[in-house]
């Protein structure tokens, strides 16, 4: 039984940073590409970030720079750290696998003050 399981998001004020984390079970993580994506109100979900089993990354060109993804294959849990946040940074984020599987964990929601 596949569980993706979002943590770490909560309010901060522009320029801030936070950790979003993600805990995966139930799929062969060290072998799968992962990804970070967000869904702000209103807009459809989009990709963020994501990260091969090998460690190589790529970003959307909003959060380069910005955004830090990674992964630790021994504990199945990926990371995003993500620095300079901006209001428009504001959505809940989720984490899957890459391509995305149809299952979507609940996210952890990110909001970003001016």
């Known amino acids: 039984q596949v569980q993706l399981v979002e943590s770490g998001g909560g309010l901060v004020q522009a320029g801030g940073s936070l950790r979003l984390s993600c805990a995966a079970s139930?799929?062969?993580?060290?072998?799968?590409?992962m990804g970070w994506y967000r869904q702000a109100p209103g807009k459809q979900r989009e990709w963020v970030a994501h990260?091969?089993?090998?460690?190589?990354?790529w970003y959307a060109d909003s959060v380069k720079g910005r955004f830090t993804i990674s992964r630790d294959n021994a504990k199945n849990t990926m990371y995003l750290q993500m620095n300079s946040l901006k209001p428009e940074d504001t959505a809940v984020y989720y984490c899957?696998?890459?391509?995305?599987?149809?299952?979507w964990g609940q996210g952890t929601q990110v909001t970003v003050s001016s």
């Open positions: 899957n696998t890459l391509p995305s599987l149809d299952y």
């Open positions: 139930g799929i062969p993580f060290s072998i799968k590409a």
């Open positions: 990260i091969r089993t090998l460690g190589s990354t």
